[in-house]
């Protein structure tokens, strides 16, 4: 357990836990053995997966977040953050970065009215910092893939498109959590939050919302990739069936030559002439080339 003394710059550091101003980091193990004054049940949730909320209790508000951890994108890890007007207390089974940067940023740095709503909007703003680069990135890699996909490059784009779909599900669902949980903090049921704190809080519900609207154009985006490269398929195909059936348009007079000299009639003329067999070679080969210029006159080949 970690715990810091908020004073009007900076944070240090302090040995009692759970005391009026400070800031700590915990397990829920750490919470159940320091007798941490909160619902009883709140602590196992805090462990145990789930969907992200808020709730008010009488004196403090219950958060849970399902957050991503530097280095390990597209996974996430429960946290829990109870919020009281002189005191945070983080919750969780391992160190979260987002929660750790902001301490370290409070202890190494002096900041004027440090307060317990500057540190909470410090730690939210930080689950999101970097994100806009991230989808910057995606949106290129989707747009190279477009780029792929239209000079008709022979890949198969199915499992990319699948991956990038699946990394955007990743982002909406982490950006509607994220947005949940800011409109609820707007609502301010306890009064734990100043008028102040609140503007701040609006521009990060406002930031969360362009993310997740983002990431909605993104999908939109790489759907209409995927029906490029489906329309791209389909062509192949047609060309395919295209050829297969000019093919077979070709061969079918010469398969009428074949079974007609092929029935072996006793008067039959061509049979006794020196010239019959090739007659009806020239025959093949004129029947051929009759029906290729037919089918370029056509544009069919």
């Known amino acids: 357990m970690k715990c810091y003394r908020i004073t009007k710059e900076i944070l240090e550091a302090a040995e009692t836990p759970f005391a009026p101003d400070t800031v ?50 597209y996974l996430t890890h429960r946290i829990g953050l109870y919020i009281m007007p002189n005191q945070i207390v983080f ?43 991230e989808l910057e990135a995606l949106e290129e890699e989707i747009s190279a893939l477009e780029e792929g996909v239209m000079e008709g490059a022979n890949e198969d784009f ?27 903090i707007e609502e301010n049921a306890n009064g734990i939050l100043t008028s102040g704190a609140l503007r701040y809080f609006k521009m990060f519900t406002a930031r969360v919302d362009r993310l997740n609207r983002s990431v909605l154009n993104l999908r939109d985006y790489i759907t209409q990739v995927r029906e490029a490269y489906q329309s791209q398929v389909d062509i192949g195909l047609n060309a ?40 009806a070679a020239g025959l093949s080969v004129a029947v051929v080339i009759v029906c290729i210029l037919f089918f370029k006159k056509k544009k069919i080949l």
């Not at 991956?163 to 609820?184: N, P, T």
């Open 91 to 133: 919750v969780s089974n391992r160190e979260n970065r987002a929660v750790q940067d902001v301490l370290d940023t409070f202890a190494s740095n002096r900041t004027s009215n440090l307060n317990i709503t500057r540190i909470l909007y410090a730690f939210f703003n930080n689950l999101t910092i970097h994100d806009s680069e």
């Open 24 to 73: 700590c980091v915990c397990t829920p193990e750490e919470l159940h053995a320091g007798h941490f004054s909160a619902a009883p049940h709140t602590f196992d949730e805090c462990a145990n997966p789930g969907p992200a909320k808020l709730e008010a209790y009488d004196g403090y508000d219950f958060i849970l977040l399902n957050v991503v951890n530097e280095g390990e994108r």
């Open 240 to 279: 395919i069936m295209k050829l297969f059936t000019v093919i077979t348009a070709i061969f079918l007079p010469l398969t009428l030559l074949v079974g007609w000299y092929g029935m072996n009639f006793k008067y039959m003329p061509e049979l006794q002439w020196p010239y019959g067999y090739a007659f």
């Open 158 to 184: 199915i499992k990319d498109i699948i991956g990038l779909r699946k990394r955007l599900m990743f982002y909406k669902k982490y950006y509607e959590q994220l947005l949940d949980v800011a409109e609820s």
